[in-house]
């Protein structure tokens, strides 16, 4: 965790990628930019297919999850 940029740097310099804190969605909430991220897979649910796989983490825990798709998730990380 980067307590100034607020998240994850990931891999090797110069092949790295940054997940941001980029909060949450869930219908009109949002909130906690820079205290937590929430990034989808690619992968759904094959039992349940109204959700799918995610990543979700903060500044001391990681955890792989499945929600609903309509939660409010980025999509995909930011190249550094």
């Known amino acids: ?3 100034v940029k607020k998240g994850y740097i990931i891999g090797v ?11 949450y969605g869930a219908g009109t909430m949002c909130g906690d930019v820079g205290g937590e991220g929430n990034y989808w897979s690619s992968s759904v649910k094959s039992d349940f ?3 799918a796989e995610a990543l979700y983490f903060g500044s001391n825990f990681c955890y792989h999850m499945d929600t609903f798709r309509r939660t409010g998730m980025a999509i995909r990380p930011i190249s550094e």
């Open 49 to 51: 297919p109204k959700n």
């Open 13 to 23: 310099a110069p092949d790295t990628i940054f997940l941001p804190g980029n909060g």
């Open 1 to 3: 965790w980067d307590d």
